[in-house]
Nanobody
Framework: QLQLVESGGGLVQPGGSLRLSCAAS????????VGWFRQAPGKGHEAVSC????????YYSDSIKGRFTISRDRAKNTVYLEMSGRKPEDTAVYYC????????????????????????WGSGTLVTVSS
C-alpha cells in the first residue's frame, strides 16, 4: 500500500518562497502520477501541478504556472513542489495525491476529481501566505 506524507508547509510572507515535499513509502512512485491539490478555506480542492513519476511529464494549472515547479527525486521516492512569488490566494492546505496512469496522460489526471479519481492521498500540509 502506498503512503504519502506531505511536509514543508508554514507561514510565509507575500512574495516569499517555499518548498513542499511529498515523501512516499510502501511502493515506488514509478508507476504513478503524482499530483498536488490545494484546498483554500471554505473552498473545494484545486489541482495545482502533477507529474508522471516514470517519464517526468508535468502539468501546471494556469493559476500557478511560472511560479511553481514540480520535480521528483528518484533516490528518495519523493516529489517536491517549489513555490515562489507566494500570493495570499495561495493560502491553502496542500495535498499530495497519487493515481495509476496506465493509459491516462498527466494533463488528464490533473484535471480529475480529487476525491473520486485519485487512488492515494496524504493528510495535507498547511501553507499560509500573510504579512
Amino acid at each position: 500500500q502506498l503512503q504519502l506524507v506531505e511536509s514543508g508547509g508554514g507561514l510565509v510572507q507575500p512574495g516569499g518562497s517555499l518548498r513542499l515535499s511529498c515523501a512516499a513509502s510502501g511502493l515506488t512512485l514509478d508507476y504513478y502520477g503524482v499530483g498536488w491539490f490545494r484546498q483554500a478555506p471554505g473552498k473545494g480542492h484545486e489541482a495545482v501541478s502533477c507529474i508522471n513519476y516514470s517519464d517526468g511529464s508535468t502539468y501546471y494549472s494556469d493559476s500557478i504556472k511560472g511560479r511553481f515547479t514540480i520535480s521528483r527525486d528518484r533516490a528518495k521516492n519523493t516529489v517536491y513542489l517549489e513555490m515562489s512569488g507566494r500570493k495570499p490566494e495561495d493560502t491553502a492546505v496542500y495535498y499530495c495525491t497519487a493515481r495509476g496512469v496506465l493509459s491516462t496522460t498527466i494533463s488528464t489526471m490533473c484535471k480529475m476529481d480529487y476525491s473520486r479519481d485519485m487512488d492515494y492521498w496524504g493528510s495535507g500540509t498547511l501553507v499560509t501566505v500573510s504579512s
